[in-house]
Nanobody, 126 residues
Framework: QVQLVESGGGLVQAGGSLRLSCAAS????????MGWFRQAPGKEREFVAA????????VYADSVKGRFTISRDNGKNTVYLRMNSLKSEDTAVYYC???????????????????WGQGTQVTVSS
């Protein structure tokens, strides 16, 4: 069992930056691939970024490519999402998720992720 707790969300002006953190409990964090998803009001949850167990092979949604960076620190059991050049359309609740099945897999579909955090709100004002 893994518990995930996101933090770092908030209100920021368009063009600004935020860094989200997701702290995981348990000793097996370093064997999980990790992902970030988001859900805007009235929309379905969508994939944002993911990284494998070692921090390699990052994958990004086209909408955030070049602006967002996913990284992880296995020594701190934490995965990060650095968000630059934020736009109003980035406003959403951001969730981190853990995929315990295949450490080297970088999945983009929700169904591959077993453990989820409670989410953190990001609001970008234009």
């Amino acid at each position: 069992q893994v518990q995930l707790v996101e933090s770092g969300g908030g209100l920021v002006q368009a063009g600004g930056s935020l860094r989200l953190s997701c702290a995981a409990s348990g000793r097996t964090f370093s064997s999980y691939a990790m992902g970030w998803f988001r859900q805007a009001p009235g929309k379905e949850r969508e994939f944002v970024a993911a990284v494998n167990w070692s921090g390699g092979s990052p994958v990004y949604a086209d909408s955030v490519k070049g602006r967002f960076t996913i990284s992880r620190d296995n020594g701190k059991n934490t995965v990060y999402l650095r968000m630059n050049s934020l736009k109003s359309e980035d406003t959403a609740v951001y969730y981190c998720a853990a995929d315990p099945s295949l450490p080297w897999r970088v999945a983009t579909e929700e169904k591959e992720y077993v453990y989820w955090g409670q989410g953190t709100q990001v609001t970008v004002s234009s």
